[in-house]
């Protein structure tokens, strides 16, 4: 009866994302002509995205390992700090990267071009790779270095023949995921490229929805855009395989150089990076908002906010609704294949752009432009679909963490489904539960996309504020909304570093 | 007639297989399962609690068959190597907890429960925290939480390989008195000889999920099987 729980949460996602995808697909097919490859703009636009994505990809994925490897295995002084810093950063919308990259840095340099667009990635971008091969580091098998390392072999024989192995599928996966986050940037491109030069196929989508109006164009384009979505979410899903949450560790790092002036000079390096990259432009967002603070007009701040803050709280508590049963479920299943077969729905979605999920969706139900009720469903709607992903994480991460011998304990004193949820389940998932309902509003606080392309006339939210002031070229007052919306933003990040590091503490 | 019966069991996890021919214990008696790890000790412990499904056989409890019944209906409570209490309950509601389950009163979950506790010596940590006790403490609560349903049989799998040795010979009394006192069954699975001799009166051995030896544990304490020293040392 119980497996009932698991359907809510998949027809909610082939409703409302891979029915609509399937449906762009197939009108994109019935419309793609070959013209589109004939277009020397295209074609250019074409070569410019996979080629940025491609560079500032692999310049994010080295910076992330570099990072990674001094934080976790030298344990450099503020690497925690770091870490927490990260997340917020990723989490950040693109448009507020781009004016904080433009404040900072487009004063010392000319940023507009390669130089903005990689230092806009890269800002963005870092934290997976850092994340993803800082946690495969933390989580790997120390003792066998331990033995090599004592049968004579080198730190670099050890690094290769067996920390490589470890975490090369993490180095892999998190390339994968930023070369599709870089060639998908909208904004990062379009407020820092500088010209028709340097636009890459999100923007030209972008150009065809909601400046060209023609969606013939965009069906086109993001038919290209969906199908190198889908061909890297092949790869990356071959890449995956189930984490094990390793017991007690070895305290032991095998990478810890002995001498200090190295360990020193990694320090001087790591935290110039870090502030050229993310504290630099974070820094400007304030020092540029707190005195154009006074052009805001504060009603309208308030009203934008209250809105934000509704959708965001919608969307939490609809992915909650679905996703919870459905890992509930799969958490039940007798065997980690039988999860894993259905495991890969959920993380779907995040190989999508958010325009061409939102264009799907429009092109396949077009009835959600009609009226203001369905308009408001379909931001929550698009939005539910884009911070699944995203709340899963942690939710999954508790789940694994679950022991079942407390459920058989329960199950054999008599406790019915209901009793076991509350009694063995809840309690021990509520830091993972309110972990990702912070991840996922965080998140929701910051989209653009579906408020742009979905909000009936006069709706506005902060970042679209944002996005309106900036196309406007009202310079002081984006930055002013920007400084509101980062500030809320430091909060529910700073708790959710909070909760991870307490997540972490309770599980070691 | 046997409390506990378990007849021509057999079970099938991939390559692995365990077959046992027949396993009979009287009111009062205890089963000690020993052997190499990998020989099929806790599956056989999962297979009679109703967690791993079994390809053949019966299992009877007081006279009632139970392998094809769910694990909630089976009336067969489990103990583990660590004590999984439920931490956001107190050590009362933990011990209660059961027995609510089986339909008792309020006020008498709670006599029944304070009686427990005092049972296991521990009857002035009933309003803590489970997070607020010690390993060794919260193994008693564990303990008495499967004892105070009162089923039948209960299953032990390791409980006290988390504890220190003299907390351990202070358990083993506790657990041997207990359940001779209150005429449950229990299967006992363990890695120390000490243990198994103290708290067993039949011993099962097992080897890649097949029995070795099957004997009283005096007998086994005379003449010991090769494989007890093998995993004991002489």
């Not at chain 1, 946690?135 to 024989?157: C, H, I, P, V, Y």
């Not at chain 1, 790591?270 to 432009?281: R, T």
């Not at chain 1, 992915?319 to 479920?329: C, E, G, K």
């Amino acid at each position: 009866m119980s497996r009932l729980l698991f359907f809510p949460n998949l027809v909610f996602l082939v409703t409302l994302f891979f029915f609509p995808i399937a449906f762009l697909f197939s009108v994109g097919i019935h419309e793609f002509s070959n013209s589109i490859f004939q277009d020397a703009y295209l074609l250019y636009v074409l070569r410019f995205t996979y080629w940025q994505a491609l560079i500032s990809a692999s310049l994010s994925v080295l910076l992330g390992m570099f990072f990674a490897f001094l934080i976790k295995e030298w344990r450099v002084f503020g690497g925690a700090v770091l870490w927490r810093f990260s997340l917020l950063c990723s989490s950040l919308p693109s448009i507020i990267v781009a004016l904080g990259i433009l404040g900072s840095w487009g004063l010392q340099l000319n940023v507009f071009g390669w130089t903005g667009i990689l230092l806009g990635n890269m800002f963005m971008n870092v934290a997976i790779p850092l994340r993803l091969i800082g946690t495969a580091l933390t989580d790997r098998e120390r003792s066998s270095e331990l033995t090599a390392q004592s049968l004579g072999l080198s730190k670099f024989g050890v690094f290769r023949k067996i920390t490589w192995l470890a975490i090369r599928s993490s180095v892999f996966s998190s390339w994968i995921l930023t070369f599709l986050y870089s060639s998908t940037s909208l904004f990062i491109v379009m407020f820092l490229g500088g010209g028709p030069r340097f636009t890459n196929l999100e923007v030209a989508l972008y150009e065809a929805i909601k400046l060209n109006l023609d969606n013939s164009r965009a069906v086109q384009i993001s038919l290209l855009q969906a199908g190198v979505g889908a061909v890297l979410f092949f790869f990356y899903l071959k890449l995956q395989h189930r984490r094990k949450i390793q017991g007690e560790q070895l305290v032991f790092h095998t990478f810890f150089p002995k001498r200090a002036w190295v360990r020193g000079l990694g320090l001087g390096f790591l935290w110039c990076l870090a502030i050229a990259i993310f504290v630099f432009p974070l820094f400007s967002i304030i020092s540029e908002g707190v005195p154009n603070l006074a052009f805001l007009e504060w009603d309208e701040l308030w009203v934008s906010f209250r809105t934000t803050l509704v959708i965001s709280t919608l969307v939490v508590f609809t992915s909650l609704f679905f996703l919870y049963p459905y890992l509930h479920v799969l958490h039940q299943s007798k065997t980690d294949e039988e999860a894993r077969k259905w495991m890969w729905l959920v993380g779907a979605p995040q190989f999508f752009s958010p325009l061409v999920v939102c264009l799907a969706l429009s092109v396949c139900f077009p009835m959600v432009r009609d009226s203001t009720s369905l308009s408001y469903l379909a931001i929550i709607a698009t939005q539910v679909v884009f911070v699944i992903p995203v709340m899963h994480f942690p939710l999954r991460e508790g789940f694994l963490r679950l022991a079942k011998e407390r459920d058989w304990i329960a199950r054999s004193l008599g406790a019915n489904p209901w009793q076991r949820f509350f009694f063995a389940e809840l309690p021990f998932m509520r830091r993972s539960l309110f972990l990702s309902a912070l991840m996922g509003f965080g998140f929701s606080m910051g989209e653009v996309v579906s408020v742009l392309l979905f909000s009936p006339p006069g709706i506005k939210t902060l970042s679209l504020n944002i996005f309106q002031a900036m196309s406007r070229y009202r310079f002081q007052e984006a930055r002013a909304t920007t400084l509101v919306l980062l500030v809320a933003m430091f909060f529910v990040f700073s708790l959710v570093g909070f909760l991870e590091d307490k997540d972490e503490s309770s599980s070691h | 007639m046997n409390q506990v019966l378990i007849e021509n069991l057999k079970v099938n996890r991939g390559c692995f297989k365990l077959s046992l021919d027949r396993i009979a214990l009287n009111p009062g008696e205890v089963l000690g399962v020993m052997g190499p790890s990998g020989s099929g000790k806790s599956t056989l412990l999962q297979a009679v609690a109703g967690f791993v499904p079994i390809d053949a056989g019966s299992i009877k409890v007081s006279g009632r068959e139970v392998s094809q019944l769910s694990p909630e209906k089976r009336k067969i409570s489990l103990v583990f190597q660590r004590p999984w209490l439920f931490e956001n309950q107190s050590v009362l509601q933990n011990v209660a907890f059961g027995l609510q389950l089986q339909g008792y009163g309020k006020k008498e979950c709670q006599k029944i429960s304070g009686e427990w506790l005092e049972k296991m010596e521990i009857s002035d940590l009933g309003s803590r925290r489970a997070w607020e006790i010690s390993g060794g403490q919260a193994q008693r609560v564990a303990l008495a939480r499967a004892l105070a349903v009162q089923f039948p049989l209960i299953l032990l799998d390791e409980p006290f390989s988390a504890l220190d040795r003299p907390l351990k010979r202070e358990m083993r009394k506790l657990l041997k008195s207990v359940i001779q006192g209150s005429g449950f069954c229990a299967i006992f699975v363990g890695h120390d000889w000490r243990d198994i001799e103290e708290v067993s009166d039949q011993v099962l051995i097992l080897e890649e999920g097949t029995p070795v030896a099957f004997e009283r544990t005096c007998d086994l304490k005379t003449h010991p099987h090769p494989l007890v020293k093998a995993i004991c040392g002489d």
